[in-house]
């Protein structure tokens, strides 16, 4: 047995996909490129490398520091921004792979898509979407910062995915990649979510639905199997889909989690306190543009400019910021 490696470069690996994955799969070889033009890697096909580029950004690194539910929690084991990304990635991973997609497009699109959040969550996306001229998304905000702040240069395919992830969009993302991330953001925040309100005795399991825990288990990884399943049990060869039972649980899911812990009552005035930190800081950095680091200094409107940088702001990074000039 010869036991000496084997370089299995990018054009190796870019035939496997050829061989291995589905013929709805976005193969790196036929990937439009990027923005600007570069030449091709020795060893990594176009979305590893947009993956790895992705994880080695400032823009990843501080989503640590983000809101996912819960602002500022006391307990160790409440998602963040980034284990909520994480978590997304790894279902985005396992559908992929089951269903013979690209798991490195799919990974690029998953590590990427909530990079533009703001601080606060969507908390602060509110305010923002309010102050914001033409409005706020923080899917065009991480296309903005991938595309210009931090100016990856990633590919159409990952970019394009990243922006259509939300299901506001009635436009579909290009790629069955893209409609991937959708699906597994989903199932993800409604999976974790659920675990940090049940932790923080916002919620009880009796409060959940019947129906819900019938249909899909214990709460955890179980629920995690039960969606990423009623996926696998629909799509076909031409479309991504949820199979009609399960996706109306999930939307019953969705409904129960807005009224019961992401809109409750209790969070309204830490919702508004919230809220006046980023407005406060919007309209300081207007007034005092000369404070703003120079990448974030993309636009000739002041506001925009100021928006830009309050939104990359981590939560702590803000409430420092706006301790500062108070």
Not at 120 to 134: D, K, R, S, Y
Not at 143 to 149: A, E, L, N, P, R
Not at 223 to 230: A, T
Request: hydrophobic content about 30%; glycine content about 6%.
């Amino acid at each position: 047995m010869n036991d000496s490696f084997i370089l299995r470069d990018r054009k190796w690996r870019e035939t496997n996909e050829r061989i291995t994955l589905s013929s709805n799969a976005m193969l790196s070889e036929n990937s439009k490129g990027r923005l600007s033009h570069e030449e091709h890697d020795e060893f990594r096909t176009i979305f590893e490398r947009d993956r790895d580029r992705i994880i080695h950004s400032k823009a990843f690194r501080r989503l640590k520091h983000k809101t996912q539910v819960f602002i500022n929690p006391d307990g160790d084991h409440f998602i963040t921004r980034m284990t909520h990304t994480l978590n997304v990635t790894q279902v985005g991973r396992s559908i992929s792979k089951t269903l013979g997609l690209n798991p490195d497009l799919t990974e690029a699109i998953c590590l990427g898509h909530d990079v533009g959040h703001s601080p606060f969550g969507h908390t602060g996306e509110e305010i923002l979407n309010e102050m914001h001229p033409n409005g706020w998304s923080h899917s065009e905000n991480s296309v903005k910062i991938f595309s210009k702040i931090e100016n990856l240069n990633l590919s159409v395919e990952t970019i394009d995915g990243i922006e259509k992830h939300p299901w506001r969009y009635t436009e579909k993302p290009s790629t069955q990649e893209g409609m991937i991330c959708r699906f597994a953001d989903r199932i993800a925040y409604l999976s974790h979510d659920v675990e940090d309100a049940l932790r923080a005795n916002v919620i009880k399991i009796s409060d959940i639905p019947n129906k819900i825990t019938k249909e899909l288990g214990t709460p955890g990884k179980q629920w995690i199997n039960s969606l990423i399943s009623g996926i696998f049990k629909a799509s076909n060869s031409n479309e991504l889909v949820m199979d009609s039972e399960i996706g109306e649980i999930m939307n019953e899911l969705r409904e129960f989690m807005f009224e019961n812990v992401y809109l409750r009552k209790e969070t309204n005035d830490q919702r508004k306190e919230c809220k006046n930190i980023v407005q406060t800081l919007v309209e300081y950095f207007i007034e005092n543009k000369n404070e703003l680091p120079k990448n974030y200094i993309q636009s000739e409107d002041d506001i925009e400019n100021s928006i830009d940088y309050v939104a990359g702001m981590t939560d702590r990074f803000a409430i420092s910021t706006f301790g500062k000039i108070n």
